[in-house]
């Protein structure tokens, strides 16, 4: 009854999954460890889990039923595909995969097994939160969905390591994600403008004003800025045709002193999400446990590869670069009743 | 057609309604200054008016319409009885008098005059969001009102200069009166607990809580703090059978810095009700130009004594102290239309 | 490794503990289940549970590491005496027993065992909200706490089953428990006052005022209401001498529509308090697992005992009634650095 | 002493702004009136005032001592010409003039008689909300300005009368008033990017996203929403290097019942900006009184004028139009010092 779990990559992330899967959820037993640094597969394994020289030969192991992915991205491709000729549930840390080719072949290899293995680590999906706020725009009553406003502020990234191109191929893929989510829609378009410069990052390029062009004809319009200093700064406002819905501030006391009457602002994504994923995880071992998968899917990583790759074009070009998506195959299909 | 006032004493708040009904208000010059000191008022006189020795004096003069009584306390009975014996509108500020026999006296002449001619100083009835919370809880979809937190917060009183009977004395009436207001009730009764003492101001007896008693059976807690540092905070909450009504937050910019998400606080009673001061003043020229008065009445000012003096006994007796007020004189019933 | 435990009582509360040990939590497994309703208990007992047929068997079964007890409060005292006895950690939903002197003996039988074993059900201390509003008192800087205003109101209690005394013996508990722990600070006597009656609940006595006098001299006013139909609303704030902390709106979407800019309140406790719940357990799994008990204790449970105790008095006498504790026995003694 | 007005145009407006300098302020009485339809100036003017049959017979009066226009769009620049020609200081609604040539004409004619006498109708910058905003991004803690997310909503407009020129030409120009005044900055160029239509406005082009690139490179993105039905909602956030401020909730009683914890909206303009509307006049009296013009200018008009003319060229060319401004003449220039 228990899902016996293998985990790739032990990573800040890997290692917080791992503890997630271990002392945090029910369900669930971390049975294998693999990374190409075996020390540190050693040390992040929990008692009593084999650590394994490789990805595949992990995959492959009679003991583990279901993956998680946490290696670097361009490792990803190889690994999903293991996964899904082993016929076993797997779960993808972002990105699906680093080109738009990689996730057209796991997309092709899923469909071709015909039942969905594969969850992408799209967390917001499981905050409650954004589950919220799609649930009063989905109940229909504020009419169509018009305009989305989306806040991604951070309140640094490390200087030398986080690059220009980053804000986009990294950062942005939450907000399109959530966009496409929220709206039940697709990205057709991107525009991206510079605002002013931050000297705050140095020759960093922070922040970005990107347009998303949904199908629908809806915008979204999406404030990245990565070194605002004050906080982690999630935000989100749907305006619809009668009536707007937006992401409250985080729960935080109230204290009144000399600075006002103010709430502390989460100071990073661990402390903002962390409930989101402990729930994205609880929901994924679920679906595992039924040898399937369910939420963010390798279609919504496909999507999330495209915008990233359109919007690094668009700062380029200056102009609204097109979001071209194959047939979306019938797998990805979700039940309207699902959709909530 | 404009109304020709005569301000009797130039202290601070003289000073501030000079100013008030010069440059501020339209329908109303201020023709006439009176104060015990000769130099204070001339310092204050507005270009063109002239300077009395006695507040009687200027009473009587025939260049002036209607009065401001800016005192202290102890002279208002002598000068409301002067304006009540010359037909004349007057506005007083709080107290109406220092003792409840003078407070009758007062009525009696009114009464017998036939026609109101005072308006007490309860600025707060004239606040926006005051009013907009009475006609929340007038509206009735709440219900009847069950309780009422009122919350009086001041950042510092002057050491020394404020004892202790003064949060009774001088800050629980603006409680107490907008209690009678906003319920549309008379209190019968006053409890008074005292908390742990506040070292802000030395041996100064703060912070207060008091137990209002409504006559409908409603009880209202109010929490006087008049050290706490942080700003002037007036917050009240009104509990009703099916809903609760509150004041808001003060409108103030919303800014998110490393001190967190956060408005400012006023600083004092002049930041936080300069409006209602203007408006309370706008409806006494009106008023006043139509030969009466309206707004806070001789009654509201004779209750406002009583329950004064029965919070300073209750602070002796530990028990519940009542209110024991005189039938109300037709004169001042509100048409049940007007109360809102 | 995984804890095992056994659940006393399988109604509403008993069958959600279920529920949560088995399929939310990590680290434990229910192992047994006991009720006087057989057939109730074989309905809730998760696959491969063992069913007793008495309270006192399931405690003493070797298969059996830890108890949830959910029975009714009358029979608390004698399973907890058990439990006790044969040195096995117990969780105990709250009443801890229905009088002084049962809680009284549970608390010898614990000292005397020398080591705690019970915690008793006062979820709110695991909620964030109120541990946040904690931190910031227990930081300092705002001074000592002198207030506390705690508002306590349900959507509806059922007519006829909910009587008089329960916003007292079962509501009030809550509010107590989370004052002594908020202030770190006991309760020295309580004064209840009746505002006028609410006409949502019928001859029901509602809403209630309660005045907790705490041993440093705070006071804590407590406003009950149990009909107040819009929603299941928990609010709380410490005046302290510089500063003031409350809790914050629970978050719920902001909409903007004809009805105004809007978020949700919770419909009841489950929905208010469900995480709380999770993390209660959570704790007392860790706990258990150590073969003791943290977070609420035998102590806190007879506080609780006295002070609705003391207050049904107060409705009948219209005084303060003390609330005398004995000398607390070192076993509950919470290390400075532990209390928040 | 007192500012003798003549009001030019007795529409709405025009009534309002009499009925404003009559009886709301201090300062000033209208004494003229003239309006193309004399009937409705004859009904318009207060007791004693003169009604002119033209606005240039009302200008040259030796009575008036300054002019409010409130005519339409295409009389103003004969009308300004005239108010500077006879060197009496004036109030003009927007817009200033209906082309960018009159604009100039008007400009160039005031630089020559070579003090300013022209204030004009951005009332947004009286506004406490706006004025609190912009001396929080003055004070420069936070940084430099980078973005700023306008958002305009209007509850409805009326159809046919409101055709999709309008949310440019009519509402768009109050968002870059008050951007070029925020962020003290000007326009350089304008997009303009038409989401999803709303269907609450049938045919009309609604709702539209503006981005405003102003000279130092920062961006503002404004929703304008003319069919919203919600409310008449104008919110602004302005991102900045180290932290962000935006416009409070309006004041309005925070009510919980069965809608939720809420607070209602403003309905309209007249709601939302009344005391900014009255502010404008206190100030516009002041300045006329000393016979010249502070606040906007003709050069704020002139922006206006151009910005506009780009909007609606964005439109059809979907391109960022340039804004090509002349030199600032020096009249123009505002001391730093007063800038806030």
Redesign the interface.
Known sequence: MTLRVGVIGTGTIGRDHIRRL??????AAVVAVADIDRDGAAAAAPPGAETFDTAEALIRSDKVDAAVICSWGPAHEEQLLAAIAAGKPVFCEKPLTTSEAAALKVMEAETAFGRRLVQVGFMRRFD??YR??K??IDAG???????F?SVH?NASVPAGLYTSDMPLNDTLVHDADVSRWLLTDEIAGVEV????????GGELRD?H?V?L??R????V?V?I?V?????Y?IRGEV?C?????????????????????????PEDWRQRFV?AYDQEFREWIAAASAGTATGPSTWDGYAATLVADAALRAVSSGNLEPVAMIRKPELYDVPAAKAA
């Open positions: 271990t002392t945090v959820l029910s369900g409650a939160d919220r706020l649930a009063v009553e504020l009419g169509a969905p018009l305009m406003h502020r403008r510079l605002p002013r410069r931050s000297r705050q922040p004003l347009l062009h949904m629908s004809g809806a915008i319009d404030e800025s070194n605002i200093a004050y906080g700064d305006s045709e009668r009536g707007v819905a937006a992401l409250p501030n985080r729960p935080a006391t109230v204290v009144s002193d000399l600075r006002g009457i103010r709430q502390a602002i409930e």
